[in-house]
């Protein structure tokens, strides 16, 4: 049974920093690409960026660039997403997802391919 399980939520004040994990278990995950959306109240689900499990390629969405990093540590089967120069409107609940259909790059944006989902970490920004 495939499992996916964030952690590392909290609240942080802008301009802070979080860093949020990932554990995956159930499965071996080489050729998946993992991805990280959020999704703040009274919105859709929004892509953040996403990581290819075995080539450890990233990509990521225009909002966050340059201020969110991505990384997996394949021995722990974890993904993480570095979040910094944080501002409000990042606060969400923030999701790991992993998929079997694209291995990285813009197809990894579409929440439709992702065949796994964690159960989210809420991330809240205070100005």
């Known amino acids: 049974q495939v499992q996916l399980v964030e952690s590392g939520g909290g609240l942080v004040q802008a301009g802070g920093s979080l860093r949020l994990s990932c554990a995956a278990s159930?499965?071996?995950?080489?050729?998946?690409?993992m991805g990280w959306f959020r999704q703040a109240p009274g919105k859709e689900r929004e892509f953040v960026g996403s990581i290819s499990w075995s080539g450890g390629s990233t990509y990521y969405a225009d909002s966050v660039l340059g201020r969110f990093t991505i990384s997996s540590d394949n021995a722990k089967n974890t993904v993480y997403l570095r979040m910094n120069s944080m501002k409000p409107e990042d606060t969400a609940v923030y999701y790991c997802?992993?998929?079997?259909?694209?291995?990285?790059?813009?197809?990894?944006?579409?929440?439709?391919?992702?065949?796994?989902w964690g159960q989210g970490t809420q991330v809240t920004v205070s100005s």
């Open positions: 159930g499965r071996t995950f080489y050729g998946y690409a």
């Open positions: 997802a992993a998929t079997p259909l694209v291995v990285g790059g813009p197809g990894t944006s579409n929440p439709l391919v992702y065949a796994y």
